[in-house]
């Protein structure tokens, strides 16, 4: 099983940038994706970023040109910049499994103030 553990989040005002990581440990050997999501109340999840295990990255259009995903050993990263108030939702990490199962961070809240 595959154990996600989040770090980051907070208040932050428009145009800011905020950092928001995940580390994750138990059966690393088996990830094949690395994500992030986030929901807004009364709003569906999202993807926001994936990486997959060779490196290839892919975003939302929504947030394309200001986050950036990046991985460093077990640990994947969301850099946050020229944040909008459009962008407070509860961030969550995600990783997926060889086999298809899907493991999920306890999420993190990012709130941007107008």
């Known amino acids: 099983q595959v154990q996600l553990v989040e770090s980051g989040g907070g208040l932050v005002q428009a145009g800011g940038s905020l950092s928001v990581s995940c580390a994750a440990s138990g059966s690393i050997f088996n990830i094949y994706i690395r994500a992030w999501y986030r929901q807004a109340p009364g709003k569906q999840r999202e993807l926001v970023a994936v990486?997959?295990?060779?490196?290839s990255t892919n975003y939302a259009d929504s947030v394309k040109g200001r986050f950036t995903i990046s991985r460093d050993k077990n640990t994947v990263y969301l850099q946050m910049n020229s944040l909008k108030p459009e962008d407070t939702a509860v961030y969550y990490c995600n990783a997926v499994v060889r086999a298809g199962s899907q493991f999920w961070g306890q999420g993190t809240q990012v709130t941007v103030s107008s």
């Open positions: 990486i997959t295990s060779s490196g």
